[in-house]
């Protein structure tokens, strides 16, 4: 089983990708650096709920959708 943020990062670079966004054209559209998207998204860094939330609306998808599975 998959640990929680690893999951969440799953969560975000599957909706990233269907939206046809790189890391850099996200991060940079919220405001955050590309490697620390890079970060979340395998897991290594546990974002600030702060993050979460503008990570939600850069990706059009509520918080739960980006933690529903977690």
């Given amino acids: ?3 929680t943020n690893e999951t ?8 990233r990708k269907r939206r046809n966004l790189t890391q850099v054209n996200l991060a940079t559209s919220i405001g955050i650096r590309p490697r620390h998207l890079s970060d979340i ?3 290594r860094k546990v974002p600030q709920i702060q993050t979460i939330a503008r990570l939600a609306a850069g990706l059009g998808v509520s918080i739960d959708e980006l933690v529903g599975k977690c």
């Fill in 1 to 3: 089983m998959l640990k």
């Fill in 8 to 15: 969440l990062g799953k969560n975000i670079a599957h909706y």
């Fill in 41 to 43: 998204e395998t897991g």
